[in-house]
């Protein structure tokens, strides 16, 4: 199994703050994923990174991969309330199941 | 209708029961896979399937049991249910390597 470790593993802001969430393993992986969940529904994704040191926006949440492919990073610049949800990372070795991070969940205060 | 369902949705069984799991879906995809998630650890992988005749223990396999009835049909048993079995259970698909994986909407099961 390859351990994907996240942190914080809880985070409680207040609107318009930024935040960083972690993600890091001894492994290295062929790519990443940032997935959401909110309560009663299945993790949906948000983001694939592949390259290392790639850098990927969607609005206002930057991915980052790093260099060495065994890590990455989830900002969220000017947090609001709909951001509020578990974040996940997820990872696959090649010939390997895709393993999640025991997540960090967000919540946003307006 | 769901690309990735399960049935039930919700379930409350007695300790030593046997009880089933079932999740189909219509992707198309080979792999699927089944999870486990308990506040606080994140989704735990219990079996994964690479495709028909392919069958994979995960991490926490221990009390569990599936079976891949065709490439849209993956089902989850656990033989005697006992309380610490009581999770949120979780279907997924993919089509490979590192692409996108599709969760079903979750099975809470409760043993008492």
């Known amino acids: 199994t390859q351990l994907l470790e996240q942190s914080p593993q809880f985070l409680s802001i207040q609107e318009g703050e930024n935040l960083t969430v972690y993600c890091n393993s001894s492994s290295v992986f062929s790519s990443l994923q940032w997935y959401r969940q909110e309560p009663g529904e299945g993790p949906v994704l948000l983001v694939t990174v592949v390259t290392g040191g790639e850098v990927k926006k969607l609005k206002r949440l930057t991915f980052q991969f790093g260099d060495a492919r065994k890590d990455s990073s989830l900002h969220i610049t000017a947090a609001q309330p709909g951001d509020t949800g578990l974040y996940l990372c997820a990872g696959a070795g090649t010939g390997y199941a895709l393993n999640f991070g025991k997540g960090t969940s967000l919540l946003v205060t307006p | ?112």
């Open chain 2, 1 to 112: 209708d769901a690309d990735v369902t399960q049935t039930p949705r919700n379930r409350i069984t007695k300790t030593g029961k046997r009880i089933m799991l079932e999740c189909s879906q219509t992707k198309g995809h080979d792999r699927m896979y089944w999870y486990r998630q308990d506040p606080g650890l994140g989704l735990q992988l219990i079996y994964y399937s690479f495709d028909v005749k392919d069958i994979n223990k995960g991490e926490i396999s221990d009390g569990y049991s599936v079976s891949r009835q065709a490439q849209a049909k993956f089902s989850l048993s656990l033989e005697s249910a006992i309380p610490n079995q009581t999770a949120l259970y979780f279907c997924a698909t993919s089509e490979g390597q590192g692409t996108e994986a599709f969760f079903g909407q979750g099975t809470r099961l409760t043993v008492v």
